[in-house]
């Protein structure tokens, strides 16, 4: 069982962004995400925001010992060869501790940043079937050449390779059958938020047997490819279950939150750093309480 947060990149540097940072490896997360979107959703697409990839080289020059990465990257607005040796660059700066999380991608503002029409669901599932192994081979071969239907690489270079061997885990978040069977391929771990399409209207318990399912979705993705799912870490990122904020509101909430998914298999729970007057506000007291203690409860219990 592991613990994480992710740290929206909404504050200056200068002006409280790098000590959120410093203070997610005092805390003990095990890693430290951040999104990676052009904007997000109101009521940020209106405020500070700032890129995933400088964010994190920030990030990797003022700690130590947390792992780092992204939750999540899509190809909305990426491109695999210039994606591959930002995140080359970034496992170097971190000395190996960086994980890319990796997405379809949605129909937000970054699906229409690069002046494109938005893509449908399956246009989105086909690149992210190319990008994904794309990726794979650009961060693992010396010398990479690939005409795709999307994507294209020529002689592109990733010398020295990844400090990380034998490259930088992937985590694929995937609900549906096409990204699981990328998930099984390709990541050394799977994100899930649960069910969306129960999040205004389900009930708690629902969205637990949402994620059960999903779970035996992803084993049977993994069987198909010779694979043991239990050798996929399976990550859930909080914040979009039918919960009503009520696991962030003690401690005692959250253990019994995590503990009913920690049941299921999941192996790594992901919470937002407060941010006041958003659906990701919480008293930073407990913030931390959970960060601190919540762990060592869930062991005991």
Same mark, same amino acid.
């Given at each position: 069982?592991?613990?994480?947060?992710?740290?929206?990149?909404?504050?200056?540097?200068?002006?409280?962004?790098?000590?959120?940072?410093?203070?997610?490896?005092? +805390?003990?997360?095990?890693?430290?995400?951040?999104?990676?979107? +052009?904007?997000?959703?109101?009521?940020?697409?209106?405020?500070?925001?700032?890129?995933?990839?400088?964010? +994190?080289?920030?990030? !990797?020059?003022?700690?130590?010992?947390?792992?780092?990465?992204?939750?999540?990257?899509?190809?909305?607005?990426?491109?695999?060869?210039?994606?591959?040796?930002?995140?080359?660059?970034?496992?170097? +700066?971190?000395?190996?501790?960086?994980?890319?999380?990796?997405?379809?991608?949605?129909?937000?503002?970054?699906?229409?940043? $690069?002046?494109?029409?938005?893509?449908?669901?399956?246009?989105?599932?086909?690149?992210?079937?190319?990008?994904?192994?794309?990726?794979?081979?650009? $961060?693992?071969?010396?010398?990479?050449?690939?005409?795709?239907?999307?994507?294209?690489?020529?002689?592109?270079?990733?010398?020295?390779?990844?400090?990380?061997?034998?490259?930088?885990?992937?985590?694929?978040?995937?609900?549906?059958?096409?990204?699981?069977?990328?998930? !099984?391929?390709?990541?050394?771990?799977?994100?899930?938020?649960?069910?969306?399409?129960?999040?205004?209207?389900?009930?708690?318990?629902?969205?637990?047997?949402?994620?059960?399912?999903?779970?035996?979705?992803?084993?049977?993705?993994?069987?198909?490819?010779?694979?043991?799912? !239990?050798?996929?870490?399976?990550?859930?990122?909080?914040?979009?279950?039918?919960?009503?904020?009520?696991?962030?509101?003690?401690?005692?909430?959250?253990?019994?939150?995590?503990?009913?998914?920690?049941? $299921?298999?999941?192996?790594?729970?992901?919470?937002?750093?407060?941010?006041?007057?958003?659906?990701?506000?919480?008293?930073?007291?407990?913030?931390?309480?959970?960060?601190?203690? !919540?762990?060592?409860?869930?062991?005991?219990?």
């Amino acid at each position: 069982m592991r613990l994480s947060t992710v740290i929206l990149p909404v504050r200056r540097w200068s002006e409280g962004g790098r000590e959120q940072w410093v203070r997610a490896e005092e +805390l003990g997360f095990h890693t430290a995400y951040t999104y990676d979107h +052009l904007s997000w959703r109101v009521p940020f697409r209106d405020g500070p925001w700032f890129g995933a990839v400088p964010t +994190l080289t920030g990030a !990797a020059m003022v700690t130590e010992r947390v792992r780092l990465g992204t939750l999540v990257t899509s190809p909305n607005f990426r491109h695999p060869v210039t994606l591959a040796k930002d995140l080359l660059t970034l496992d170097d +700066l971190s000395d190996g501790r960086i994980t890319l999380g990796i997405g379809a991608g949605g129909s937000g503002f970054d699906a229409t940043a $690069l002046g494109q029409e938005p893509w449908t669901p399956r246009e989105r599932a086909d690149r992210f079937g190319e990008f994904v192994p794309l990726i794979d081979r650009l $961060l693992t071969e010396e010398s990479v050449s690939h005409r795709g239907t999307h994507y294209s690489a020529d002689e592109v270079r990733n010398i020295p390779g990844c400090v990380q061997r034998p490259r930088l885990p992937f985590a694929v978040a995937a609900t549906g059958p096409r990204g699981m069977k990328v998930a !099984a391929r390709h990541g050394q771990g799977w994100v899930t938020t649960g069910d969306p399409k129960i999040f205004e209207t389900g009930t708690p318990e629902q969205s637990v047997e949402a994620v059960r399912t999903q779970i035996s979705k992803l084993g049977t993705a993994c069987e198909t490819v010779g694979r043991d799912v !239990a050798g996929v870490e399976k990550i859930l990122l909080t914040g979009f279950t039918p919960d009503e904020g009520r696991p962030m509101e003690s401690l005692g909430s959250f253990v019994d939150f995590a503990g009913k998914y920690f049941a $299921l298999g999941i192996d790594e729970i992901v919470i937002h750093a407060p941010i006041p007057d958003t659906i990701f506000a919480a008293e930073e007291k407990v913030f931390e309480q959970i960060a601190t203690e !919540a762990m060592a409860q869930l062991r005991q219990s």
